[in-house]
């Protein structure tokens, strides 16, 4: 297995994001995290400038700790609640970001001096070029197909 340490994050990271707007409501975030395998979600502005992320963990955590039971009265004040609060005010706004130029080797050692799991990829202009997961830093040290004996 070869592992280049200096390959730039551009071949690593996934370009096709979905990213929120600080004014999209709770009840777009919720949808997403509900019909999407993603963990992180980049806040972007209408120039696609960076503002803030959303972690699948801090939504469950904001989500759960309105209301402990599931019933019906419980469900639907969420729904209230979701649609009252803009992404803007709970998103995660001091964020780390690297750019398409930086290595892998650097993305891991943010990764593992911070505990962060995904960065925004910006830009010289701060624009949201992709993001940099840590899956993608394993998918591609361990690019190689296992065989189970």
């Known amino acids: 297995m070869s592992f280049e340490r200096n390959i730039k994050i551009s071949q690593l990271m996934t370009t096709d994001v979905i990213t929120l707007h600080p004014?999209?409501?709770?009840?777009?975030?919720?949808?997403?995290?509900?019909t999407h395998?993603?963990?992180?979600?980049p806040v972007v502005?209408?120039?696609?400038?960076?503002?803030?992320?959303?972690?699948?963990?801090?939504?469950?955590?904001?989500?759960?700790s309105l209301t402990i039971f599931n019933t019906k009265s419980a469900k639907k004040h969420?729904?209230?609640?979701?649609?009252?609060t803009l992404v803007g005010e709970i998103m995660t706004k001091q964020i780390?970001?690297?750019?398409?130029?930086?290595t892998a080797l650097i993305a891991a050692g943010f990764f593992r001096?911070?505990?962060?799991?995904?960065?925004?990829i910006v830009n010289k202009e701060e624009k949201l070029v992709g993001m940099l997961t840590t899956y993608d830093l394993l998918t591609y040290a361990y690019n190689e197909p296992?065989?189970?004996e």
């Open 23 to 34: 004014d999209d409501s709770l009840l777009k975030v919720e949808e997403i995290f509900t």
């Open 37 to 41: 395998d993603f963990h992180h979600l």
């Open 45 to 64: 502005d209408e120039n696609k400038v960076v503002k803030g992320i959303i972690s699948r963990q801090e939504f469950h955590k904001m989500q759960h």
């Open 78 to 84: 969420n729904h209230s609640v979701f649609n009252a």
């Open 96 to 102: 780390a970001k690297l750019g398409p130029e930086d």
């Open 113 to 120: 001096e911070n505990l962060f799991h995904a960065l925004p």
């Open 146 to 148: 296992v065989f189970l």
